[in-house]
């Protein structure tokens, strides 16, 4: 395995995570009790409702064990800072995002390995060999948790450091990422090839169910429009980054990667086009800042 996976890949992750916290606070992770209801309902289908539909896909599509359990790993990531960015474009609750983020991340650091290990225990891919043990799953920590402190540490003591180095961060993270997955894609181009034909509508299939459900299961209940807009996108696109990550260079597996890169490709456009049937069309505040407070800013001018 080259370095640029090994050492690229976990860079890459690992400034979009600090990145990820240089925007958090401990008030986000407060704000879940103030919206219970939305927070509740993207959490029950992300952590039960859609490992179960993706499971289902992937008997019904019949795909090979390790591709199997690589769907399954995708479906346990939790959502990324992309979630943020297309709530933002498309009117959602920006702030309730950022909660649902901050929240994810954490659950994911136990719920990953769970979903992960029971599915290498079904599908059995690695002949008997067993998936992440409890020194893998600290590195899972590591990877996920460690950055998003660090970005939250700087954010609460040096806060005009950590305004003027999130756009930066956000670009150079953009950046290295692009380089550091072409590199892994032209590294693995006949693999990726190979499978693309039967990984592309698995991943299709996958993420329209997830957008949809993040969206139809919080209106059921009577949440806001904004609110289930955020939660769509929260819950419809997954941070293929870090199962692609844990894929290569914990499990050190190449194929076990190939649907979290699949969907990592096709998922921009789908969501995108998503967003266009589910936008609220009406004027609302879409700053982070702003929703963080309620709008005060507008209030007191």
Request: glycine residues 8%.
């Amino acid at each position: 395995m080259s370095a640029l996976t090994t050492i690229g890949l976990p860079v890459a992750l690992g400034i979009i995570m600090f990145g990820l916290g240089l925007s958090l606070t401990v008030g986000d992770f407060a704000r879940v009790l103030k919206q219970p209801k939305a927070v509740i309902v993207a959490l029950l289908c992300q952590l039960i409702l859609l490992p179960a539909v993706c499971f289902g896909l992937v008997l019904a599509f019949q795909l090979p064990p390790i591709l199997a359990v690589g769907m399954m790993m995708l479906a346990a990531s939790p959502g990324g800072t992309t979630a943020n960015l297309y709530s933002h474009l498309f009117r959602g609750d920006v702030a309730l995002n950022i909660s649902l983020t901050a929240v994810n991340s954490v659950l994911a650091v136990f719920t990953l390995p769970v979903i992960t290990n029971l599915a290498i225990l079904y599908f059995n891919p690695f002949d008997d060999q067993l998936g992440l043990q409890w020194s893998k799953t600290l590195e899972v920590f590591a990877i996920v948790l460690l950055p998003v402190a660090l970005g939250m540490i700087v954010r609460r003591f040096w806060p005009r450091f950590a305004k003027a180095m999130d756009k930066p961060v956000r670009i150079a993270s953009v950046i290295i990422l692009v380089i550091v997955i072409a590199g892994a894609v032209a590294q693995n181009w006949a693999l990726l090839v190979e499978n693309f034909g039967r990984l592309s509508l698995i991943t299709i299939v996958f993420c329209l169910i997830s957008l949809t459900v993040g969206y139809l299961a919080p209106r059921l209940i009577k949440v806001g429009k904004r609110q289930a807009i955020a939660s769509s996108f929260e819950i419809g696109i997954h941070n293929a980054t870090l199962a692609i990550v844990i894929a290569q260079t914990v499990l050190g597996s190449v194929e076990l990667s190939l649907p979290a890169a699949v969907y990592g490709v096709l998922m921009f456009f789908i969501a995108f086009g998503f967003g266009f049937l589910i936008r609220d069309r009406s004027s609302a505040v879409t700053d982070p800042e702003q929703q963080r407070t309620g709008g005060e800013g507008i209030r007191r001018s």
